[in-house]
């Protein structure tokens, strides 16, 4: 048969605290969720980051190809008179305005140029990404006629210099290289929104200027190859 006590334990000062003033146990009880919130405020920030930085390259990268692949596809159609036929004409975009093209270039680039650069020189980058984007779409839209590329073809083909182009029709390609622009184009806000956050090339090889603490190796006097060791680090292998 057990031995019972009719003493009860003794309380320690948390728990006495705890019976007088229910307030501080609900306190005590909360304080561990207080103290983790700023802790996930960090991680959610770090996972922001990792995905502005997947969109921006898959954004960036996707446009680029995109309008270079577009600038090389036919942008307008039309027919020459040659004599009493009719001789059919075709413009590629790269004809038509070499310009998007060349700011796909720029922007491809720039977007690689983001991740080499920190501080202004990183928002200098970005907005020169943003602005090729942009300037790839109106040099798009706005020069996506085709006429005057249409009649140097015609002049050419014809042997006329007065021939004009007739019939003209424009294809989708020149609306296509638009919206890879403006893929470039968002690209770029994201970088000039998000960059300051995003990691740089290089950026964990850098050193921040603290002095380094020098691990010195334990000589053993007994080990003739420790001696030769310290004595070529400039050690004085005796003390």
């Given at each position: ?21 229910p ?22 920030g770090?996972?922001?980051?990792r995905r ?12 680029a ?17 040659l ?72 002049a ?84």
């Amino acid at each position: 048969m057990g031995y019972v006590s009719a003493v009860p334990p003794p309380r320690t000062d948390a728990a006495a605290d705890a019976a007088h003033d229910p307030d501080a146990a609900h306190t005590a009880g909360a304080a561990p969720n207080a103290d983790a919130a700023p802790d996930a405020a960090p991680d959610a920030g770090r996972r922001g980051g990792r995905r502005s930085v997947a969109a921006a390259l898959l954004l960036g990268a996707l446009g680029a190809t995109v309008v270079l692949l577009a600038s090389g596809r036919t942008w307008a159609r039309g027919t020459a008179a040659l004599g009493s036929d009719a001789l059919p004409l075709t413009a590629d975009g790269r004809a038509v305005t070499g310009l998007p093209a060349s700011l796909a270039i720029v922007g491809l680039a720039a977007l690689v140029a983001v991740f080499a650069v920190r501080g202004r020189s990183r928002l200098l980058v970005s907005g020169l990404l943003a602005l090729s984007g942009l300037g790839a779409v109106l040099a798009a839209l706005f020069a996506a006629d085709g006429r005057q590329a249409l009649d140097a073809e015609a002049a050419r083909t014809t042997a006329d210099a007065a021939a004009h182009v007739a019939g003209l029709t424009q294809t989708a390609w020149p609306h296509v290289t638009a919206a890879g622009g403006a893929l470039i184009l968002l690209a770029g806000l994201l970088a000039l929104r998000f960059g300051k956050a995003w990691p740089s090339m290089g950026g964990r090889y850098e050193r921040d200027g603290s002095p380094r603490t020098r691990t010195v190796a334990p000589v053993d006097p007994d080990r003739p190859e420790d001696l030769w060791k310290a004595l070529d680090r400039g050690e004085d292998p005796t003390r």
